[in-house]
């Protein structure tokens, strides 16, 4: 019961933080979202600059090689995509506890924003109308998602951290909210994989 409560007590709390976050740092979310779409976008200008073959094997994050073998549920690519997010987690909340770190975290997730939009054009190009709907209805989706998920986990442990050195806070739940961010991001990952892996995809991100 005592478990009960406290698993009701963070979803509530959760809740609470995330709608509270969005209203104090409306001005950081919607500039990380402007710089996320302006990414995405130069992503996509590049791999359509690129568009001949060479180019495109050297802009690509993983080899031709792999798209063309269809490794979309291999495990090898699950555990690849989710080593990175967990990466990327691990260095937002060692960067929220500092403010004027910042940037680090805005650089981090524009990235990825870009990367997103270079092989979400690649797909295109490379797999015409088959890829392409793939890519809309699964991978579009499910990337959006995550990008979502960094950029509220980011803002959230910045004001948790925010609020616990200006009132003395000791029982943050930092660890807590570090441990709930990567699993959302694992289940975001495994919805992902499992979803190409049963409609027969034969391409698959990871970044």
């Known amino acids: 019961m005592l478990k009960s409560y406290k698993s009701h007590s963070f ?5 609470f933080s995330c709608s509270r976050t969005l209203k104090e740092n409306r001005g950081k979310f919607i500039l990380t979202l402007m710089l996320v779409i302006i990414a995405i976008s130069a992503g996509i200008f590049v791999a359509i600059k690129h568009s001949n073959s060479e180019s495109l094997s050297r802009l690509q994050e993983i080899s031709l090689d792999d798209f063309k073998n269809g490794l979309v549920g291999s495990s090898s690519a699950f555990f690849s995509r989710m ?32 990367l997103f939009g270079l092989n979400f054009a690649l797909i295109f190009i490379l797999y015409g109308l088959g890829g392409s709907l793939t890519a809309i209805v699964i991978i579009l989706p499910c990337q959006l998602l995550t990008l979502f998920v960094l950029i509220m986990f980011y803002l959230i442990l910045s004001k948790i951290n925010g609020n616990c050195k200006r009132y003395g806070n000791t029982d943050c739940n930092r660890l807590l909210y570090l441990l709930f961010g990567l699993l959302v991001l694992l289940i975001l990952n495994l919805t992902e994989t499992l979803l190409l892996y049963l409609l027969n995809g034969k391409v698959i991100l990871v970044i």
Do not use: T
């Not at 979803?11 to 809740?15: D, E």
């Not at 004027?100 to 997730?109: D, N, Q, W």
């Open 11 to 15: 979803i509530n709390g959760l809740r």
């Open 83 to 114: 080593l990175s997010l967990s990466v990327n987690a691990i260095i937002l909340f060692g960067v929220s506890f500092v403010p004027i770190l910042f940037p680090i975290a805005e650089i981090l997730i524009v990235y990825r924003g870009y």
